[in-house]
């Protein structure tokens, strides 16, 4: 059987490596066998049945969609299916993580946590992000992207990591600062602290405005467009008393404090984000890393260890505590190195499971012994429809506008549970009759259906193509079946790829 | 979700003599007597108006901050609003003026969402319903194929958003009410479009045997009832094409009764497709639907930092015949004591005009409610000699939704408790404290 190969080999390898060898292969291969053994222990415990193994178009596709964003290519699919060696697994993993759209799918993904939604220019600004996240995700670490985000100065044209600090004219406020620095490094959720004392956690309010103060210095109080002239800079005299205006709830004008209640050293030609960037980053940190790697869980496993994945406080307990520790150490050992998590996360076992229900579903899907329905988000959508049918009619406009058009239109606002499907009427509208991409289903179907193919060979590349995978015997019949009615099998073949990308299965990640 | 539509009947017996043709005097003819419950349609001015050059005018301050519009009466004695409200001010007492608005967003996109809301924009993780996807939720209907929730026009799309009452509650949009409901044509034939969604069905089938999930049914059951709006008759409550000329003509202003030419800059405003709008909400209430939204000017609109009297003027001009035509034809219809209509736009516009413009003002403000049984002909609020500051009754963003709530029937007190959010969220909030204006209940 492929797991009990994979097992030996993996044996193998680690017996035949030294301990304390730096991030290389077998670390990654390792630590998803330790990932496994917390899953199975706890899976035991509770007396609940492992899924099985997905087969490998499962595999292939949600590979794809998870690591890259986008479903595979046709030639893609069929070179994995037909591939006999068994690591094949491990070596497509390999080749998707050093793949430069590993890093351009996590640029899209956080170009779209950082920028303010109301920000004005929205689109060009998100694209510049995007293309700065993408080359960052690539080469660079977890600690040495956020160091050089959360200081970022100089002008947007010539520095675009500090994009996400502007808003409209203006600075963004030090309250969405701290927000979305909390919430996103350090994985907690400060917000309710702004203006009282959390009623649920232990946040202070005098916690939120010692983070908050780390913002003070790059604010341009009573003068508005300044960014624009003179980028962003730290100016030692801004204090969170220069910024008190009287309107903004709960405001406290303290010292900068990071939590937990250190205060930065002493010396003050250091700038406050400086000082900041140092101890988000530090080994000893106790969010940082735990932070990633629960986020970097949830985008995979479709929920977190903590959930909500940006809310952990003693009260919200994660559901694998040894899990998470051990996961967010060997993190830090690796150098923050998020290729190397993701890379044992996706190779462990409990990442391979099928998304089919056994018994107790639920609680299958809440301790890891079935991967759940994820739900491909407005970005997935679209890439996946360029993949399949090549890019849309275009009205006008460069191809990345009706892209962000795309996505603002097809994606949710409000808690993003990556498993629940949000879209209503006016989505399922537009994904059925809209002219969009209708000329590339005609085109398509053309082709396809062309030079005297049977009705099977037209059914199997269309379903590799949209499906990712080869039809059944039942789905073959039905399309024979629409073939004859229909007496024209280019017709039958465009009603085919129509009903294909309307199927839940093409918009869930399974 | 409110029990009376599932039996799908619209009331008929307030109607005074107008002939109710096609499917709506079908179904009409089938409803017994029943009270109706509340709708309510939103007129969002865009861009923020003018106060003091619309419904909270100074006749009696300096030239440079009364401006240059005269006064009207209005059929109400002792009220008066602008002279280019002409129609309107025949309907006041339908109508309540909120001259004590206050709120304190001043910048378009925070004000905008403030106002749809009731909470601020705080870029933080929860992301709250817009008034018309509460509405939709607390008032709509799950069983008819109609949207609960229909925008018209360019929408705000980040202040119309259903936040965490999920799909159910989102909008769906018309851009343009003349082109009517966007993607609900199939692109071949209605005959193709059945084969393709057969063929469809008996492809889901498998799938959904084997992995049974929520997500997999919720797409399920999204699609059949898209593809049973595209079947229905009540979707003809889109089509405007369907009511008689001299009823579209009522709802344009004179000077814009001629078709608009390609290539006219700011369309919205030249073909008068406002009004349009606003006789499709019409429609859309009279078919169930409880909230309807409709834009009044995309881009600019309203934002008189410059030209502030011509544009004020044109824009006050189409505004009047559009919402006149609407009211008096909600009354004529019986639609008048159930429906609500409100008139705001996400702040005022500053006391001095000298350049020819005013810029944004928050802290003193007007809006109109009209119709939805409340007690017209009265104005709440009142602001200073220059409409600078309230000096008595100030309204905030939580008084004002609270109070429409409370008019349509909704509970604001209800606490929603969204999934990520640990705490239950109240429909408005309820953090400060609350004044209904019970003066209009």
Same mark, same amino acid.
């Given at each position: 059987?492929?797991?009990?190969?994979?097992?030996?080999?993996?044996?193998?390898?680690?017996?035949?490596?030294?301990?304390?060898?730096?991030?290389?292969?077998?670390d990654?291969?390792?630590?998803?066998?330790?990932?496994?053994?917390?899953?199975?222990?706890?899976l035991?415990?509770?007396?609940?049945?492992?899924?099985?193994l997905?087969?490998?178009?499962?595999?292939?596709?949600?590979? $794809?969609?998870?690591?890259?964003?986008?479903?595979?290519?046709?030639e893609?699919?069929?070179?994995?299916l037909?591939?006999?060696n068994?690591e094949?697994?491990?070596?497509?993993?390999?080749?998707?993580?050093?793949?430069?759209?590993?890093?351009?799918?996590?640029?899209?993904?956080?170009?779209? $946590?950082?920028?303010?939604?109301?920000a004005?220019?929205?689109?060009?600004?998100?694209?510049?992000?995007?293309?700065?996240?993408?080359?960052k995700?690539?080469?660079?670490?977890?600690?040495?992207?956020?160091?050089?985000?959360?200081?970022?100065?100089?002008?947007?044209?010539?520095?675009?990591?500090?994009?996400?600090?502007?808003?409209?004219?203006?600075?963004?406020?030090?309250?969405?600062?701290?927000?979305?620095?909390?919430?996103?490094?350090?994985?907690?959720?400060?917000?309710?602290?702004?203006?009282?004392?959390?009623?649920?956690?232990?946040?202070k309010?005098?916690?939120?405005?010692?983070?908050?103060?780390?913002?003070?210095?790059?604010?341009?109080?009573?003068?508005?467009?300044?960014?624009?002239?003179?980028?962003?800079?730290?100016?030692?005299?801004?204090?969170?008393?220069?910024?008190?205006?009287?309107?903004?709830?709960?405001?406290?004008?303290?010292?900068?404090?990071?939590?937990?209640?250190?205060?930065?050293?002493?010396?003050?030609?250091?700038?406050?984000?400086?000082?900041?960037?140092?101890?988000?980053?530090?080994?000893?940190?106790?969010?940082?890393?735990?932070?990633?790697?629960?986020?970097?869980w949830?985008?995979?496993?479709?929920?977190?260890?903590?959930?909500?994945?940006?809310?952990?406080?003693?009260?919200?307990?994660?559901?694998?505590?040894e899990?998470?520790?051990?996961?967010?150490?060997?993190?830090?050992?690796?150098?923050?190195?998020?290729?190397f998590?993701?890379?044992?996360?996706?190779?462990?076992?409990? $990442?391979?499971?099928?998304?089919?229900?056994?018994?107790?579903?639920?609680?299958?899907?809440?301790?890891?012994?079935?991967?759940?329905?994820?739900?491909?988000?407005?970005?997935?959508? $679209?890439?996946?429809?360029?993949?399949?049918?090549?890019?849309?009619?275009?009205?006008?406009?460069?191809?990345?506008?009706?892209?962000s058009?795309?996505?603002q239109f097809?994606?949710?606002?409000g808690?993003?549970?990556?498993?629940?499907?949000?879209?209503?009427?006016p989505?399922?509208?537009?994904?059925?009759?809209?002219?969009?991409f209708?000329?590339?289903?005609?085109?398509?179907?053309?082709?396809?259906?062309?030079?005297?193919?049977?009705?099977?060979?037209?059914?199997?590349?269309?379903?590799?193509?949209?499906?990712?995978?080869?039809?059944?015997?039942?789905?073959?019949?039905?399309?024979?079946?629409?073939?004859?009615?229909?007496?024209?099998?280019?017709?039958?073949?465009r009603?085919?790829?129509?009903?294909?990308?309307?199927?839940?299965?093409?918009?869930?990640?399974? | 979700?409110?029990?009376?539509?599932?039996?799908?009947?619209?009331v008929?017996?307030?109607?005074?003599g107008?002939?109710?043709?096609?499917?709506?005097?079908?179904?009409?003819?089938?409803?017994?007597?029943?009270?109706?419950?509340?709708?309510?349609?939103?007129?969002?001015?865009?861009?923020?108006?003018?106060?003091?050059d619309?419904?909270?005018?100074?006749?009696?301050?300096?030239?440079?901050?009364?401006?240059?519009?005269?006064?009207?009466?209005?059929?109400?004695?002792?009220?008066?609003?602008?002279?280019?409200?002409?129609?309107?001010?025949?309907?006041?007492?339908?109508?309540?003026?909120?001259?004590?608005?206050?709120?304190?967003?001043?910048?378009?996109?925070?004000?905008?969402?403030?106002?749809?809301?009731?909470?601020q924009?705080?870029?933080?993780?929860?992301?709250?319903?817009?008034?018309?996807?509460?509405?939709?939720?607390?008032?709509?209907?799950?069983?008819?194929?109609?949207?609960?929730?229909?925008?018209?026009?360019?929408?705000?799309q980040?202040a119309?958003?259903?936040?965490?009452?999920?799909?159910?509650?989102?909008?769906?949009?018309v851009?343009?009410? *003349?082109?009517?409901?966007?993607?609900i044509?199939?692109?071949?034939s209605?005959?193709?479009?059945?084969?393709?969604?057969?063929?469809?069905?008996?492809?889901?089938?498998?799938?959904?045997?084997a992995?049974?999930?929520?997500?997999g049914?919720?797409?399920?059951?999204?699609?059949?009832r898209?593809v049973k709006?595209?079947?229905?008759?009540?979707?003809?409550?889109?089509?405007?094409?369907?009511?008689?000329?001299?009823?579209?003509?009522?709802?344009?202003?004179?000077?814009?009764?001629d078709?608009?030419?390609?290539?006219?800059?700011n369309?919205?405003?030249?073909?008068?497709?406002?009004?349009?709008?606003?006789?499709?909400?019409?429609?859309?209430?009279?078919?169930?639907?409880?909230?309807?939204?409709?834009?009044?000017?995309?881009?600019?609109?309203?934002?008189?930092?410059?030209?502030?009297?011509?544009?004020?003027?044109?824009?006050?001009?189409?505004?009047?015949?559009?919402?006149?035509?609407?009211?008096?034809?909600?009354?004529?219809?019986?639609?008048?004591?159930?429906?609500?209509? *409100?008139?705001?736009?996400?702040?005022?516009?500053?006391?001095?005009?000298?350049?020819?413009?005013?810029?944004?003002?928050?802290?003193s403000?007007?809006?109109?409610?009209?119709?939805?049984?409340?007690?017209?002909?009265?104005?709440?609020?009142?602001?200073?000699?220059?409409?600078?500051?309230?000096?008595?009754?100030?309204?905030?963003?939580?008084?004002?939704?609270?109070?429409?709530?409370?008019i349509?029937?909704?509970?604001?007190?209800?606490?929603?408790?969204?999934?990520?959010?640990?705490?239950?969220?109240?429909?408005?909030?309820?953090?400060?404290?609350?004044?209904?204006?019970?003066?209009?209940l």
């Amino acid at each position: 059987m492929w797991r009990n190969l994979h097992f030996l080999l993996s044996a193998l390898v680690i017996l035949t490596t030294n301990a304390t060898s730096p991030c290389t292969e077998p670390d990654a291969v390792k630590l998803a066998l330790e990932i496994d053994s917390l899953i199975d222990a706890k899976l035991k415990s509770q007396n609940i049945t492992k899924a099985s193994l997905t087969d490998d178009a499962e595999f292939v596709r949600r590979l $794809y969609l998870d690591l890259h964003g986008v479903i595979p290519t046709y030639e893609e699919t069929v070179r994995f299916l037909a591939d006999k060696n068994p690591e094949r697994r491990t070596k497509l993993i390999s080749e998707l993580l050093a793949d430069k759209r590993y890093g351009e799918y996590l640029g899209d993904i956080w170009q779209g $946590y950082l920028i303010s939604p109301l920000a004005d220019d929205r689109r060009k600004r998100a694209d510049m992000l995007r293309k700065w996240l993408a080359e960052k995700f690539n080469q660079k670490s977890w600690n040495q992207i956020v160091t050089e985000l959360v200081t970022a100065t100089g002008k947007i044209e010539q520095n675009p990591a500090v994009i996400y600090l502007v808003e409209g004219r203006n600075l963004r406020t030090v309250q969405d600062l701290t927000d979305l620095a909390s919430r996103y490094f350090l994985g907690v959720r400060l917000s309710c602290a702004q203006c009282h004392d959390h009623p649920f956690v232990a946040w202070k309010q005098q916690e939120f405005w010692g983070m908050a103060a780390f913002f003070s210095q790059i604010q341009t109080p009573g003068k508005s467009k300044v960014v624009y002239q003179v980028g962003v800079r730290d100016n030692q005299e801004i204090t969170l008393e220069s910024l008190k205006d009287g309107t903004t709830d709960g405001f406290m004008s303290i010292q900068p404090t990071f939590l937990g209640g250190e205060a930065p050293g002493s010396d003050s030609s250091i700038p406050n984000r400086v000082a900041l960037a140092k101890w988000m980053t530090s080994e000893k940190n106790p969010y940082f890393a735990k932070a990633m790697v629960n986020r970097t869980w949830w985008r995979l496993f479709g929920r977190g260890i903590v959930n909500p994945v940006d809310d952990m406080h003693p009260a919200n307990a994660p559901s694998h505590p040894e899990l998470l520790d051990f996961l967010a150490n060997r993190f830090v050992e690796s150098g923050f190195d998020h290729k190397f998590i993701t890379k044992a996360m996706v190779l462990s076992e409990a $990442y391979q499971r099928t998304s089919k229900p056994g018994n107790d579903p639920e609680k299958q899907v809440a301790i890891f012994g079935r991967m759940p329905v994820k739900v491909l988000a407005g970005g997935q959508l $679209y890439d996946s429809l360029v993949t399949i049918l090549g890019e849309p009619v275009r009205k006008g406009g460069p191809q990345s506008d009706a892209r962000s058009e795309f996505i603002q239109f097809f994606t949710d606002d409000g808690d993003p549970n990556v498993t629940a499907y949000r879209r209503g009427i006016p989505h399922l509208l537009r994904q059925m009759n809209s002219e969009q991409f209708a000329r590339n289903i005609s085109s398509l179907s053309l082709v396809t259906a062309g030079q005297g193919r049977s009705a099977d060979e037209v059914a199997g590349e269309l379903f590799l193509k949209v499906l990712s995978r080869k039809p059944s015997a039942v789905e073959l019949n039905i399309f024979r079946d629409s073939v004859t009615r229909s007496c024209s099998l280019e017709a039958s073949t465009r009603e085919l790829a129509w009903a294909l990308l309307m199927t839940s299965e093409f918009s869930l990640n399974h | 979700m409110n029990p009376f539509w599932n039996r799908r009947n619209f009331v008929a017996n307030t109607m005074t003599g107008i002939p109710l043709t096609g499917w709506l005097g079908r179904l009409a003819a089938n409803a017994p007597s029943q009270s109706r419950p509340k709708s309510c349609i939103l007129l969002w001015m865009a861009g923020g108006p003018s106060h003091i050059d619309t419904f909270d005018p100074k006749p009696d301050a300096s030239s440079d901050i009364r401006g240059e519009f005269k006064t009207t009466q209005t059929s109400v004695n002792g009220i008066r609003i602008s002279e280019h409200f002409p129609k309107f001010a025949n309907l006041m007492k339908h109508a309540a003026i909120l001259r004590g608005m206050s709120t304190q967003e001043s910048d378009h996109s925070l004000a905008t969402y403030h106002m749809h809301t009731g909470y601020q924009n705080r870029g933080g993780s929860v992301v709250y319903p817009s008034i018309g996807a509460i509405v939709a939720r607390e008032l709509g209907s799950q069983e008819v194929p109609m949207p609960n929730f229909v925008t018209i026009g360019r929408a705000p799309q980040e202040a119309v958003s259903s936040g965490f009452l999920g799909p159910i509650a989102q909008p769906l949009g018309v851009t343009d009410p *003349v082109r009517g409901l966007d993607y609900i044509k199939p692109l071949d034939s209605q005959e193709v479009f059945n084969r393709q969604v057969n063929l469809l069905q008996q492809l889901e089938a498998p799938f959904h045997k084997a992995y049974k999930s929520e997500s997999g049914i919720a797409h399920r059951t999204m699609l059949d009832r898209a593809v049973k709006l595209m079947n229905s008759e009540q979707k003809q409550a889109f089509d405007i094409s369907r009511e008689t000329d001299q009823v579209r003509d009522a709802y344009r202003v004179n000077a814009l009764k001629d078709p608009p030419k390609r290539g006219d800059k700011n369309p919205m405003a030249l073909s008068g497709s406002f009004g349009q709008g606003c006789l499709m909400a019409r429609r859309l209430v009279e078919a169930g639907v409880p909230f309807v939204e409709v834009v009044m000017g995309d881009g600019v609109g309203w934002d008189t930092h410059r030209d502030n009297f011509p544009r004020t003027k044109s824009l006050s001009l189409e505004c009047d015949a559009a919402m006149s035509a609407l009211v008096q034809d909600l009354q004529n219809r019986g639609l008048l004591e159930t429906t609500l209509v *409100v008139w705001m736009g996400e702040f005022g516009r500053s006391p001095q005009c000298g350049g020819g413009g005013r810029n944004h003002w928050s802290k003193s403000w007007s809006t109109v409610l009209v119709g939805g049984g409340i007690r017209g002909g009265q104005v709440i609020g009142k602001t200073d000699k220059d409409g600078a500051s309230v000096v008595d009754r100030q309204i905030s963003v939580t008084d004002f939704l609270a109070t429409i709530c409370t008019i349509l029937g909704i509970d604001y007190k209800k606490k929603n408790l969204p999934s990520g959010v640990e705490r239950p969220i109240p429909i408005v909030d309820t953090s400060k404290e609350i004044r209904i204006l019970s003066e209009l209940l």
